[in-house]
Each structure stands twice: as C-alpha cells, then as structure tokens.
C-alpha cells in the first residue's frame, strides 16, 4: 500500500519527503573523508524539518566542511514546524518563503559547553547574513543553479518525480552526490547508461532495502504500525559517485558452469543466471542476472554491458522473437531476453547483461 501510495504522490507531485536521521548517520558514516574542506549543498531541504540539515550543520566541525548551503522552495509544506526562524516582514505567510541558509562555521553560541541543535538555531536567528531570500528554490532556477556551481557534494533527497531531470543535472555539472533514489530509476534509459559507464553507482542501502519518510501530505502518510505521518517505501536506495569501501569487494563466486543449470538466450548470447548468488566463477563471456547484482557490483571484478529492456534492450543487439511465442507466452516483450524450456518460451523479469573480467577457468 504504501508505494502505491507514493506512486499516487509522484503523479500527483506530492512527493516532498524527508529522510530519517537514523537512516542519514547509517548511510553517510562511509563517506566521511570525502567531506573534509568541502561546500555540501543540500538543495531539496527545508532546514525547518529537513534531517540532512540537521546532520551536517551537527557535524559540520567533525567533518571540516568549508561551507553548508541549503536552499528550500516556495511553498514548503513543513516550514516553522520545528527550527522557528524569525522572518521579520515575511513572519505573516512563512509557507510562501523560498529562502537558502549559508552556514561558514558552528560554535558553541548559547555557551552550554555542547553544540546541539539549539547552537543551530541560535545561529540562524541571530546571525542575518546566513539567511537570504530566493525567487522559487527550485533546484532548476538559475538561482539555485549557481549555489550548485560553488558546491563540491551534493547530498539530499530529491523529488523521485523529477529524479532524472534531477541527476542530468548533477551529471552536466560534473559534481559529486549522494542522494536518495527508488530502484526503479536503474530501468531509466536515460539513468542506466551512466550506471553501466561508471558515472553512477548505489551506495550501502537502506536498511531491507526499505526506508521511512516524513510526510507532510494527509492523503500520502501511513500510520498503524508505522510512525505517524511516515510513508514507508520499499526498494528505496542511495545513488552516488563517492567511491566507498562495499564498491570494492570481491564478490565470492562458488557456482561452476554447466549447460544444464544456465540456459542460453534464445534471442541473444547470452546465459541465464537467477540469481546473484548463482554466478557461475568459470564463465568467461556474457551473463544476464537480476538488477539486484548491482548491490554486489564491483567494477574491479565484473564489466557491466547492458540493460536488457525495452529501447536499451534493442541497443544491446536482441533479436526480435518470433510473434508464433507470443501465443506460447504473451508476456513477451521485443528487447527482453528469453529462452526457450520444454518448448516454452521463458521470460525472466529484467536483466543485466555482465561479464566476469577474471573466470576461473580450469582450476
């Protein structure tokens, strides 16, 4: 129910969601040294409620930035809910205020020997050079595109309904990211190639691969076993180009090949693997196995070659099938692989295209 209702949300525009802080310090605790001297900008945040705010104006000193900036948009749902900033002349429709925050450094202000979030709140009351007014916030005003420009790293959750126009920007602009994305934006023709080219790869993960979010829409959040006003959404992940440890492990492969356990492609050159786990160690050419191998891919080990679906599926060479199968399996699609099993037609759901760069063969 739940992405069922986040795929009413992304029709309806309504996905401003905001991040768990727990999910936040699990993810960013790998990236640490990417940080230090660094500009983070958080450019779908609204520091009012936004947890990535939060996290690095807390950690701003451990992590040695250079600089913070968080911009938010025109009629955010959630302003003034918790960090109360006074806006002066603004105070009467603070809903209606697109503002960006511009941190330089965060000291001990209130003198209770710890900085908190309350040193946070201080700052952005008190110090009226770190807040200013913008036309929209949105990330695609030339406002907004220029904070991007100073920015080194980029980290935020971004409305999944804008993700593609939301990472070719990031991508155009040659800046390093991490933000939160849901897996079916690996199916994105205009998001694989640059999965496959190394421009993109995923981060540690949620937890179960599921995540929580805040929800300042009625109609959108979940309660019962959930938090209130959380939405939970499952096959959430995180999308970067900071290099981490996970990406450089080796992935342990056991299996051996053997004609009858991995079925050839009846549409392409290509074995049939079901499941990561089952990549054969001894195969020296070309693989299809679950887009869930991408949460064990290491460049160092495997090449990746291919989507085989739809247009990116036809790009990648697949024969058309004979319209004959259709009646045999009328879940085949052109620019999916298949292969044949006591004269039927099998279609496996979508598939990767990989080859191993060191099999081991004859040992």
Not at 106 to 113: A, F, H, I, P
Not at 302 to 315: H, S
Request: charged share 30%; hydrophobic share 35%; glycine share 6%.
């Amino acid at each position: 129910m739940a992405n069922k209702n986040l795929n009413a949300a992304k029709a309806a525009k309504k996905d401003e969601f905001y991040t768990e802080m727990t999910d936040i310090e699990r993810e960013l605790q790998h990236y640490w040294p990417h940080f230090r001297g660094m500009v983070v900008f958080c450019n779908c945040d609204d520091p009012y409620e936004s947890n990535f705010f939060k996290y690095f104006a807390l950690h701003f000193n451990h992590l040695g930035l250079k600089k913070l900036i968080c911009t938010c948009y025109n009629g955010s749902h959630v302003q003034g809910n918790e960090l109360m900033i006074d806006f002066g002349d603004f105070m009467d429709e603070p809903k209606k205020i697109a503002f960006k925050v511009e941190i330089t450094e965060v000291k001990d202000l209130n003198g209770d020997g710890a900085l908190d979030l309350a040193d946070v709140r201080y700052l952005l009351q008190n110090d009226k050079n770190v807040i200013s007014i913008l036309k929209t916030g949105d990330f695609r005003d030339p406002e907004c595109i220029e904070l991007l420009k100073e920015a080194d790293i980029v980290v935020t959750n971004p409305p999944f309904s804008l993700f593609r126009e939301y990472i070719a920007q990031l991508i155009k602009y040659e800046k390093k990211f991490l933000i939160v994305g849901h897996q079916n934006a690996i199916h994105y023709k205009e998001i694989f190639p640059w999965i496959r080219d190394g421009k993109i790869w995923l981060g540690y993960g949620f937890k179960g691969s599921a995540a929580h979010f805040y929800s300042p829409y009625e109609d959108i959040a979940t309660s019962g076993n959930h938090k209130r006003d959380m939405i939970r959404v499952s096959g959430v992940n995180w999308f970067t180009n900071l290099d981490h440890n996970k990406r450089h492990e080796e992935l342990d492969l056991v299996c051996h090949y053997s004609t009858e356990e991995y079925p050839i492609y009846a549409n392409y050159d290509a074995i049939e693997v079901s499941k990561t786990s089952d990549i054969p160690c001894d195969y020296p050419d070309k693989m299809g196995v679950p887009t869930t191998f991408l949460d064990k891919y290491n460049p160092d080990q495997f090449e990746i070659i291919g989507l085989a679906e739809g247009d990116l599926g036809k790009e990648l060479g697949l024969k058309p099938y004979d319209r004959e199968l259709k009646k045999l399996n009328k879940s085949l699609r052109d620019g999916q692989v298949f292969y044949m099993k006591n004269g039927i037609p099998q279609k496996p759901y979508s598939r990767i295209i990989i080859r191993n760069k060191h099999p081991k063969i004859n040992e």
